[in-house]
C-alpha cells in the first residue's frame, strides 16, 4: 500500500477562476522522504490541505494511507501529523503549554510519545517556560515540529518548513527529518529552497498547479538536456550581458560564483572560440568548464521548455 | 579612493542590558552590491533600522549619504530607498496608480511622475498591465514593481530586506538583472537574504553572528579565508557558533 | 472531558495574559456604570430656569415653592420681560421659562381656569421634554392637594403617576439595557475575535486535522466568556446597588437564569460572525454592527419602541437584546416572576436555539 496517492486531483479557488492544482496524479511509497519544490503559488500547500482532508478537491480522488480523503477524512485527522505554512502555534502560551495542548487535542500526552520527539525536544527544553512569541526562528519551527509529531503520525505533512530560516537551522531541520524517516514515518514536505531537494527521496518540481519533473534528484539532473558549462571572470555583470548577446548562446544566467551557459549546437565545441571572443573583449581571469547541472539548472531549463 | 556611501563606526544598539548590534565598522562605496548576511536573530533588522534613520543608535557614529544619523534622519530618507520582503505596494490600487502615489510621496512634480511612470512601465514590461489591480500580479513582477518603485527618486542608496523570497529560480535572477542595472548606474544596494547564491552575487559581503560583524569582505576571498567551497559553508562555519536566539 | 478542559484551560491563559482584552472584559461595566449612570443619564437635575410671577398671590407663590423644592430645577424669580427671556434662551443661560400671568389667582378662584405659561427650549427637544413633564407633574400633583381642599363639581383632574420609578430615577431602565449591551460586547466580540485568531495563526488547520471535534472546540471557545460574562453581570448588579441604589426586586436567581440563557444567544451571535470572517478586523466590524448598533437602537433601551415607525419595530422584534431587556426590566423593576416573562423568555429561547443550529451547521470542518 502507497503512503500517498494521487488520481487526477484538480484544485480551483474563487469560483474556477484560480487554477490551484491542475490534474496532478502522482504516488509517494511508504517511509519515503518526498519533496514538493517549487516557489509561490505552485499549488504545495493546496496539495497538502487536500491530503490532510482540509479541503474538497474539484476532480479526481486521492487516498492516504490507503484512506479516501473524502470518505474516511476523519479517519486521516487522526492519522497524520501537519504543519501548515503560516503556522505560528500559540504566542502568548510557553513551549510546554503549546506542547501540552496539541498532545491532548489529539488525545495523548507528551511522556507517551516522548521517545519519537525527544531529539527534538531536549533543544527546545531549556526554554520550555519561554512563551512561543519570544522563540527564535529556529527553535519555533523546532516546536512547531514537536506539536505536529506529538500523536506519532503515520505520515507528517509539512508545508514550508524552512521558509525565512537561517541556513544553520535549516540544515538542522532536514538533519531532524532524516532521523524522523529512518524511525518509519512517511514525511511529505514542500520548499521553495531548491538545494533542499537533494535531500529528498523522491521530488516533484512544480510550478503554476502542474509537476514539471517527478523523481529522484539523481534522475533528474541526469534527464538534463544537452551540456552545462559554468563560467567566471573578473567582471561578472560584464561577462553576463555579454554572453547573452553571443550568437551561439542558449541560455545565460547567474548562478553563484559562476554563470551557467548552455550553448546552440552543443555537439560542436564552442570552449575556445568563446574565451578569445571574451579575452579580446577584455575579461582577465577567465574561467570555463563543464558542470554537472544542479536541481535548480534542472528547473530553469524545465520552465523554459 | 572615492567616499564610501554608508561609513560606520563602532555603531551600537542596545535594549536595555541586551547588545542587538555591538560595534558595527564598515563602509560602502558608491555603486556596490553590499550583502548584510546574518542568522535569524543576528541584529540584522536592527543594523538596517538604524542606517534608514528608523531608530536612533545608542552609541557610535554614522553617516548615509553624507548625512549624520543622529541629526539628519530626514535627509537620509530623502535619498534612500526601501523595499522589504512584505511590499510596500497598495494590493488594492492598479500598477500605475502605485507609482504615482510613490512618485508623488517623494515630491516628484506632475511631469516628472508622467515621465518617469511611463519609463517605469517600458522597462518593466508593464505597459498592458498598468491598469490591473497590483492584486492580480504575479509575484515575481510585483517583487519588480516594488523595486523600481523604491528607486523612483533616484536615491543614493537602496536598502533590500529579503527581495526575492517564495519566486522560482528564472524569475528571481530577473530580480537580480534590475540590480546589477541600478548598480551600474552608480546606485548602492545594501541587501539581505537566505539564498547563499545570492549572496555570490554581490561585490562584498558582511555576515553577522550575535550582533557583531565576523566577516565581511569579497566573497571569493571569504571562502579562501575560510578554506570552504561555497558562501553557503562560510556562512554554516560562522552561525554554527551563534549563541544567542531571538 | 480531560480534552476540553484542557482546551478551556488554554483559552484562559489568552484572556489572562492579554491585558489589553483583560481591562476590555472587566473594565468595561465599571466605565459603562460610570458613563451612563452618573454623566449621560437622561434624568435632569438642578436645570436653570426663570420663574416670572406676574400675580404674586398664594397660589402662585405655593406653586414657584413645590418647585424651587424640586432637586430638578435651579430656579431664579426675576420678573423679566418676554425680550429679555428671548435673549436668556438664546444665551442658553436658561433651559426653560415659567410665567404666571397677572390674575393667575383671580382667574383659578373666579373661572375655575387659570394658565401658566411654560416656554422651554426645544433646540434639545429630550430636556424640554423632561422638564415640561416635570413641571406639569408638579402642577398636576398641586391641582390634587387643591381639589383635596376645595371640592370643585366636575373638575377632571388627570392623575400623573410614574409606575415603579416614583422618582424618575434614569439608572432604572439603563442597568438591564446595559447588562444586554455589555454581554453582547463581551460573548460575541471576543468568541468571534478568538476563533478568527486561531484561522489567522493558522492553529484552526492544525485543530481541523487533529481527531479533536469541532464542537468541542466551539465549546471550549464558550465556556470561558461565558464565565466572564456571569462575572460581569455580578459586577454590574453590584455596582448599580452599591452606587445607584437600584434594588433588584424579583428573584435574582431567575435574573441570572435568563442572563445566562442570553449569553447563549450571544456566544452564538459570535460563533456566526467568526465563521463568515477572515480577519479579527472584520470580525470586529461585524460584532459591531450586530450588536452594539441594534442594542443601542432597537432594544428599547434608548429609544422607546413604540415611538418608532412601523418597519422599526417589526425589525426590533428580531433584536434579542430587546427581549433580554424586557425580561430584566420586569425582574429587576416590576419585581415580576417567571409567570409574568414567560412569553419573552420563549421568544429568546427560541432565537437561541435557532441561532445555534444555524452555526453549528455552518461551522467548517474544513478550510472552505
Known amino acids: 500500500m502507497k503512503a500517498v496517492t494521487l488520481n487526477n486531483i484538480t484544485k480551483t479557488y474563487n469560483k474556477g477562476t484560480v487554477l490551484a492544482v491542475d490534474n496532478l496524479s502522482f504516488e509517494v511509497e511508504k517511509g519515503e522522504l518526498f519533496g514538493l519544490i517549487g516557489p509561490d503559488g505552485a499549488g504545495k500547500s493546496t496539495i497538502f490541505r487536500l491530503l490532510t482532508t482540509l479541503l474538497l478537491a474539484d476532480s479526481g480522488t486521492a487516498t492516504v494511507d490507503g484512506l479516501d480523503i473524502v470518505k474516511d477524512f476523519k479517519t486521516i485527522r487522526k492519522k497524520v501529523g501537519y504543519m501548515p505554512g503560516k503556522f505560528s502555534l500559540y504566542q502568548d502560551l510557553t513551549v510546554e503549554e503549546n506542547l501540552n495542548f496539541f498532545a491532548s487535542i489529539f488525545g495523548t500526552t507528551i511522556h507517551e510519545n516522548y521517545e519519537l520527539i525527544k531529539d527534538i525536544y531536549v533543544q527546545i527544553e531549556p526554554f520550555k517556560t519561554r512563551r512561543a512569541g519570544k522563540l527564535s526562528g529556529g527553535m519555533k519551527q523546532k516546536l512547531a515540529l514537536s506539536c505536529a509529531l506529538i500523536h506519532k503520525p503515520s505520515v507528517l505533512f509539512l508545508d514550508e518548513p524552512t521558509t525565512g530560516v537561517d541556513t544553520v537551522s535549516r540544515k538542522e531541520f532536514w538533519q531532524m527529518l532524516k532521523r524522523l524517516k529512518e524511525q518509519g514515518i512517511t514525511i511529505l514536505v514542500s520548499t521553495p529552497y531548491m538545494d533542499e531537494a537533494n535531500l529528498c527521496d523522491r521530488i516533484a518540481l512544480m510550478q503554476s498547479g502542474k509537476i514539471l519533473s517527478i523523481d529522484t534528484p539523481a534522475n533528474i539532473t541526469k534527464a538534463y538536456d544537452g551540456k552545462l558549462y559554468a563560467i567566471r571572470s573578473s567582471s561578472m555583470h560584464k561577462l553576463l550581458i555579454e554572453l547573452r548577446n553571443y550568437e551561439f548562446t542558449e541560455s545565460c544566467f547567474a548562478f553563484g560564483e559562476y554563470l551557467h551557459i548552455t550553448f546552440k549546437k552543443d555537439h560542436i565545441d564552442h570552449t575556445n572560440a568563446l574565451l578569445s571572443y571574451l579575452k579580446h573583449n577584455g575579461h582577465t581571469n577567465l574561467e570555463l568548464k563543464t558542470i554537472e547541472p544542479s536541481i535548480e539548472d534542472c528547473f530553469i531549463q524545465l520552465l523554459k521548455q | 579612493m572615492q567616499q564610501p556611501v554608508i561609513k560606520t563606526e563602532l555603531l551600537t544598539k542596545r535594549f536595555g542590558s541586551f547588545t542587538a548590534a555591538d560595534e558595527l565598522t564598515f563602509e560602502v562605496y558608491p555603486g556596490e552590491i553590499f550583502g548584510f548576511l546574518g542568522a535569524n536573530g543576528a541584529g540584522k533588522t536592527t543594523a538596517m533600522r538604524m542606517l534608514c534613520g528608523l531608530s536612533l543608535p545608542s552609541s557610535g557614529k554614522a553617516t548615509i549619504a553624507g548625512f549624520d544619523i543622529y541629526k539628519q534622519t530626514e535627509k537620509i530618507k530623502q535619498n534612500i530607498g526601501y523595499m522589504s520582503q512584505k511590499f510596500s505596494l497598495y494590493e488594492d490600487l492598479t500598477v500605475i496608480e502605485n507609482i504615482r502615489f510613490y512618485a508623488g510621496i517623494y515630491g516628484l512634480s506632475d511631469k516628472e511622475i508622467k515621465a518617469k511612470s511611463n519609463n517605469l512601465l517600458d522597462q518593466l514590461g508593464l505597459q498592458n498591465e498598468a491598469k490591473k489591480l497590483v492584486s492580480e500580479l504575479p509575484l515575481g513582477w510585483k517583487q519588480k514593481l516594488s523595486f523600481s518603485v523604491a528607486v523612483i527618486h533616484q536615491p543614493k542608496i537602496v536598502f533590500l530586506d529579503e527581495p526575492t523570497g517564495g519566486v522560482d529560480p528564472v524569475t528571481r535572477r530577473q530580480f537580480w538583472d534590475l540590480i546589477y542595472d541600478a548598480s551600474d548606474k552608480g546606485l548602492t544596494v545594501f541587501v539581505t537574504t537566505h539564498y547563499m547564491d545570492e549572496a555570490e552575487y554581490c561585490n562584498r559581503i558582511s555576515i553577522m553572528v550575535d550582533g557583531r560583524i565576523e566577516a565581511l569582505d569579497t566573497p571569493s576571498n571569504l571562502k579562501k579565508q575560510f578554506s570552504a567551497n561555497s558562501m553557503d559553508d562560510v556562512f554554516y562555519q560562522l552561525a554554527r557558533g551563534a549563541k544567542r536566539n531571538e | 472531558m480531560k480534552q476540553l478542559f484542557i482546551f478551556v484551560r488554554k483559552e484562559f491563559y489568552h484572556v489572562f495574559r492579554d491585558r489589553k482584552t483583560l481591562l476590555m472584559l472587566f473594565g468595561l461595566p465599571i466605565a459603562q456604570i460610570v458613563l451612563f449612570g452618573f454623566a449621560l443619564t437622561t434624568e435632569i437635575k438642578n436645570a436653570k430656569i426663570v420663574v416670572a410671577d406676574y400675580s404674586k398671590d398664594i397660589v402662585s407663590k405655593q406653586i414657584i415653592d413645590k418647585i424651587d423644592a424640586s432637586r430638578y430645577f435651579d430656579i431664579e424669580k426675576s420678573l423679566m420681560s418676554h425680550d429679555q427671556i428671548e435673549a436668556a434662551f438664546k444665551e442658553g443661560k436658561i433651559k426653560m421659562a415659567v410665567i404666571f400671568p397677572e390674575n393667575f389667582n383671580k382667574n383659578l378662584l373666579h373661572t375655575n381656569k387659570a394658565q401658566i405659561q411654560v416656554i422651554a427650549d426645544a433646540s434639545d427637544l429630550n430636556t424640554a421634554v423632561t422638564l415640561t413633564n416635570y413641571i406639569s407633574s408638579i402642577i398636576g400633583d398641586y391641582q390634587q392637594q387643591m381639589v383635596k381642599n376645595v371640592v370643585l363639581p366636575y373638575r377632571i383632574v388627570p392623575e400623573i403617576r410614574m409606575l415603579y420609578n416614583p422618582q424618575l430615577k434614569g439608572e432604572h431602565t439603563f442597568i438591564p439595557g446595559m447588562m444586554a449591551m455589555i454581554m453582547m460586547l463581551v460573548c460575541v466580540m471576543m468568541t468571534a475575535i478568538s476563533i478568527v485568531k486561531e484561522k489567522e495563526l493558522g492553529t484552526m488547520e492544525i485543530l481541523l486535522v487533529s481527531p479533536f471535534k469541532p464542537l468541542m472546540v466551539i465549546l471550549s471557545k464558550f465556556v470561558p466568556y461565558l464565565i466572564i460574562s456571569l462575572v460581569n453581570v455580578t459586577s454590574i448588579l453590584l455596582l448599580s446597588w452599591i452606587f445607584l441604589h437600584l434594588p433588584i426586586k424579583g428573584s435574582i436567581l431567575l435574573l441570572y437564569a435568563v442572563s445566562l440563557l442570553f449569553i447563549i444567544t450571544s456566544l ?45 419595530q417589526i425589525i426590533s422584534n428580531v433584536v434579542p437584546s430587546k427581549w433580554f431587556y424586557i425580561i430584566v426590566k420586569d425582574i429587576m423593576i416590576k419585581g415580576s416572576g417567571f409567570g409574568a416573562i414567560w412569553k419573552e423568555t420563549l421568544i429568546l429561547v427560541g432565537m437561541t436555539v435557532f441561532l445555534l443550529i444555524i452555526s453549528l451547521k455552518k461551522f467548517k470542518i474544513r478550510l472552505e
Open chain 3, 268 to 312: 452564538a451571535i459570535g460563533l456566526l460572525i467568526s465563521i463568515v470572517s477572515q480577519s479579527q478586523q472584520s470580525a470586529m466590524f461585524g460584532s459591531l454592527m450586530a450588536t452594539m448598533l441594534p442594542t443601542l437602537l432597537l432594544s428599547g433601551f434608548m429609544f422607546p419602541i413604540e415611538n418608532m415607525p412601523l418597519p422599526l
